[in-house]
């Protein structure tokens, strides 16, 4: 069971601004950093942000971080047909659970 | 170009064994440490073990303590994941990551792990 907690589903059509969720506790995201990775269909998971809002060279600016108290969010501007994916947040827990549920993008 | 290679997946009964291994290739092994992360199918991402760049330190979730091994060759640029007595519920695919926890960067292909009798 995931200590982080995001929604199993969103969805946007192309252009729109996508945002998705990720709670956790005092001990995870409010202690440490944040960390988002994609999914692509098929593939393995990619670094998207890093640090909460760091962005990994080749990832574009329509993909941003941000983290307030123990929540954290991930924003897609722009969004494209192929965003469409999982996304996952994760952060340091003293469980080793660092992973969220895992949040379906549906771009329609 | 860094790159990360699983293999040795397959089938096997549960109780059995099974050894996974990483290849890595285009950055400097010894300098980082390696994790295992598993997804069962069509579930989320969990984080299974890691092991420090000298192998001094290993760490383990609750759910493989006593069962699962990691372990390193540095000279062969290679990391291992050594598996036993099996169960139904350690069926995913398993990717091999650069880094410690959470900041995993890049990830394998993944290799697929099949419990079942």
Known sequence: ?108 | EVQLVESGGGLVQPGGSLRLSCAASGFIFSTYWMSWVRQAPGKGLEWVANIKQDGSEKYYVDSVKGRFTISRDNAKNSLYLQMNSLRAEDTAVYYCARGEVVLLDPWGQGTLVTVSS
Do not use: H, M
């Open chain 1, 1 to 108: 069971q995931s200590v982080l907690t995001q929604p199993p589903s969103a969805s946007g059509t192309p252009g729109q601004r996508v945002t998705i969720s990720c709670s956790g506790n005092s001990s995870n995201i409010g202690s440490n950093y944040v960390y988002w990775y994609q999914q692509l269909p098929g593939t393995a998971p990619k670094l998207l942000i890093y640090r909460n809002n760091q962005r990994p060279s080749g990832v574009p600016d329509r993909f941003s971080g941000s983290k307030s108290g123990t929540s954290a969010s991930l924003t897609i501007s722009g969004l494209r047909s192929d965003d469409e994916a999982d996304y996952y947040c994760a952060a340091w827990d003293d469980s080793l659970r660092v992973f969220g549920g895992g949040t379906k993008l549906t771009v329609l």
